[in-house]
């Protein structure tokens, strides 16, 4: 999968340096998937969320933090629309636009 923007994750953890190292896996495992449907991104990471409208969720560092996504997957493209704690996410009010 390809994605937009790496440069939101850099950004985000070096304000939060405990969240590098499980924000980097997270790219890397990402950047090596071929997905084609929620199966396929549950068969990775167990613990995503479809939220829908493209939305996917994922738990990062034990759910300390969480990451949006939109996956696009005739494209094989993932687009990152957030990352926060998860204090920060439950203030989402309308998170299928985000």
Do not use: C
Not at 15 to 21: G, I, L, S, Y
């Amino acid at each position: 999968m390809r994605i937009i923007a790496k440069s939101t994750l850099v950004e985000y953890f070096t304000d939060h340096p405990q969240a590098k190292q499980p924000l980097e896996d997270w790219y890397e495992t990402t950047k090596r998937a071929e997905w084609h449907n929620l199966n396929d991104i549950r068969a990775t990471f167990n613990t995503v969320d479809y939220v829908g409208n493209e939305r996917y969720v994922f738990n990062i560092k034990g759910n300390d933090y969480r990451l949006i996504v939109v996956i696009r997957f005739a494209k094989e493209r993932v687009y990152i629309r957030f990352i926060g704690t998860h204090a920060e996410y439950d203030k989402i009010t309308d998170i299928k636009n985000i």
